[in-house]
Structures are given as structure tokens and as C-alpha cells.
């Protein structure tokens, strides 16, 4: 459903992706993992018309995407979740969750009300808090409303950067949770960044790598965990920087 070709995208000055290529079947749950400045948010936004790539190709649902506006993938069903939860702040909790379906809000007015419902069902915690300020909710139910306001548009393909960033433990197991959920009842394909890697490989079917603009490890999840590449590099560390004390709660 997803197909990216020898990506090259280059940010400012420094050229960030270096020939990536990846596909996702329909309903699948795919992870990208690496480290800090791998060029993961790049290969997000160059697949959802952010950035624009200088080399490459990528394909939705079998019809050549690349170059296309962020706007109309939209509205072909692509939807990213961007790194830190970017929510309006002063509006509420409803008015966030009807933004991200500003481009069908016209013709199916009538539908808003059912998928807002669909999504607070999903998010309880969106739901005691409606009417609330974005600003007044916590990082994880942010994170949530985030991810409600991307469904909103009723997308084939979820694209998530780092959704379990600043989050505590129990926040990312709910959200992680309804991941699953979702791919499961909306046949969702997902897209998913992190550096939380076990979270990540706890839910995804298959995975890869990148490190310095380029595929280092690809695989299915129980080849990755295995690999003893990413046992060293990532999930040994990963061990470690958990039992620091982290970034704020959620
Ligand atoms: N606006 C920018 N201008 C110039 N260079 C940038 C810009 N944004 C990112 N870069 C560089 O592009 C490279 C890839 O960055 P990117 O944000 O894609 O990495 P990442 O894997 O998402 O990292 P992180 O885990 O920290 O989010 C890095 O070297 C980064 O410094
Ligand atoms: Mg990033």
C-alpha cells in the first residue's frame, strides 16, 4: 500500500536520506528505529509531501505519489502525527478533533458527529474532557487527542513520529494499545517512529534501522530483536537510558 523508492532528501544543507527504500502491506504495523539525526522525521515528511526528496519515488495504493502536496494526501488517506503532539492549545478538546476533518466538513457534515464518537471511544479520556482547552490536558492525552484529530480524516495509512515521546510508562502502553485497536476494528495500516524500541517492536509486525540516512537492518520484529546488531546498539541501550530518570511525565 506504501512504496518508497532510493529516497534522497536533502534538509538545509546536510543530505539527510541517502537512497531509503521501504513498502508496507495494507494493515500492516511497520517500525522505523534509529538513532538521534538518522533521518527518521525526514523520511516521514519527504512521504507525506513536507520535504520535497531530490531523488526517488513513492508510491500509495499503487498510484505514484511523489512530489504530491501534504493536503491532498490528505485527502488520499495518508495522515501524519508529527513529532512532538502539535495541538491548538486554546481550543477545545471537539474543535481539535473537528479540524482534522476540515477537508470533508462541508459534504459529510453528517459523519463528523459518528467519527467523533468512534474516536472517543477509542480515547476515553479525550471524552471526560471535551470541552476542555487542548492546553489543560496532559501530555499523554495530548498525544491522544493528536492521534484522534489525525483519524479525524479517516486515513488507510497512519504515519506517527515518536508518539510515546515524554510519556510515562502506563500513558504509552494505553496508547500503544489503541494502536493495535485501531489497525484491528479500521484495518489501519501504520507507519511508526521511535526511539522507545521495545514499545515499538512490541506492537509492529516488521521493521528497519536507519542510521545516518540510510537502511541499516530490515526485517521482520523477530528477526530485528534478534539481530545482534540491534541487541547491542539499541536494545541494550535502551535498557540503560530507561532506568535514568526521563523527560517529563505524561
Ligand atoms: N531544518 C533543518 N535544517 C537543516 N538540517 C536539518 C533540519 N532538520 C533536520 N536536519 C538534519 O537532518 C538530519 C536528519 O534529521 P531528522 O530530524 O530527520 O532525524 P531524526 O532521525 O528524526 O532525529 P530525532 O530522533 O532526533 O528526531 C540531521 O542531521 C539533522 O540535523
Ligand atoms: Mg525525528
Redesign the pocket.
Known sequence: MLRVENLHTF????H?LKGVGIHLNAGEIFAVV??????????L?TIAGLYRSSQGRVWFEGAEVTGTAPEELVRRGLALVP?RRQVFQGLSVRDNLLLGAYHRYRQQRQTLERDTEDILTLFPRLRQRIGQAAGSLSGGEQQMLAVGRALMARPKLLIL??PSLGLAPKMIAELFEAFVDMRKSRGLTILL?E?NIRAALGIADRGLV?ER?RVKVEGSVSELKTHPQVEAAYLGRYAEASASPGGPAG
Open positions: 534538509r538545509g544543507r546536510i539527510a534509529g538513532p538521534n539525526g538518522a533521518g527518521k522525521s525526514t523520511l515528511g513529532e513520529d515518536e517512529v526511539q536507519l540516512g
